[in-house]
């Protein structure tokens, strides 16, 4: 596609419930990202990939937070036992390498949960 | 002001005045910076980026002054319109860390009344 694009845009689960997001990243871009935006907050850093193996996991704010990329291009964030604080937009970027600063972000998943 | 909360900074502008934006990063060793431009529902997009061996760099309209001494990054846009009404974000990242995972300012809010 000719950018990077997110599943659901939106997402109601209960508590307790698991989610998964999907990110597309752009057709060649190796490295991808997951950010989470709190309302009126900046973005908070969660993992990055180089293909499909992710160097660092610091930013994952639990175990029941995880993500995967398979074959170097989908990337999917799950979230299990989700809890009220997990309400956020979760965004997602790629970019050509992990040398290239210049990330592309996608519109994001707004995900609230009851 | 400082964001306490959910509260984001918030500039308005009459239309066709200039703008300018600020921020304060965190990382003295930080050596590139970019700004981003996010709109209501979507994600986070480049503007203009600058590295620490400059101290001013131009693009369409907007200019990014870089002050390392105060650790100080500010965005000014030229006759501001109202497609520009977004909320702005700085991010900061050390080049050649490893990975380019940037960090986020908390974003100010501008306002532009037609």
């Known amino acids: 596609g000719a950018g990077v694009s997110q599943s659901p845009s939106n997402k109601v689960t209960e508590k307790g419930k698991d989610v998964e997001l999907r990110c597309d990243p752009i057709?060649?871009?190796?490295?991808l990202y997951w950010y989470r935006q709190s309302l009126g907050q900046g973005l908070e850093f969660l993992i990055y990939f180089q293909g499909n193996s992710a160097p660092d996991k610091s930013g994952l704010p639990s175990d029941r937070f995880s993500a995967e990329r398979t074959g170097g291009s989908v990337s999917t964030l799950t979230i299990q036992r989700t809890q009220q604080e997990d309400s956020a937009v979760y965004l997602c970027?790629?970019?050509?390498?992990?040398?290239?600063?210049?990330?592309?972000f996608g519109p994001g998943t707004r995900l609230t949960v009851t | 002001g400082e964001s306490v909360g959910l509260h984001l900074p918030t500039l308005s502008v009459q239309e066709g005045d200039n703008s300018i934006i600020n921020c304060a990063y965190s990382n003295s060793a930080s050596d590139y910076f970019i700004w981003y431009k996010q709109e209501s529902g979507k994600g986070p997009q480049f503007i203009i980026d600058?590295?620490?061996?400059?101290d001013k760099r131009q693009g369409q309209r907007v200019t990014v002054l870089l002050n390392k001494t105060v650790k100080h990054l500010s965005l000014q846009i030229a006759a501001t319109q109202p497609g520009d009404s977004a909320v702005y974000f700085c991010a900061e990242t050390v080049m050649n860390s490893g990975y380019s995972t940037l960090t986020f300012g908390k974003g100010t809010m501008l306002l532009v009344s037609p």
């Open positions: 600058i590295r620490s061996n400059m």
């Open positions: 970027a790629s970019s050509l390498a992990v040398g290239s600063y210049e990330q592309y």
């Open positions: 057709s060649g871009h190796t490295a």
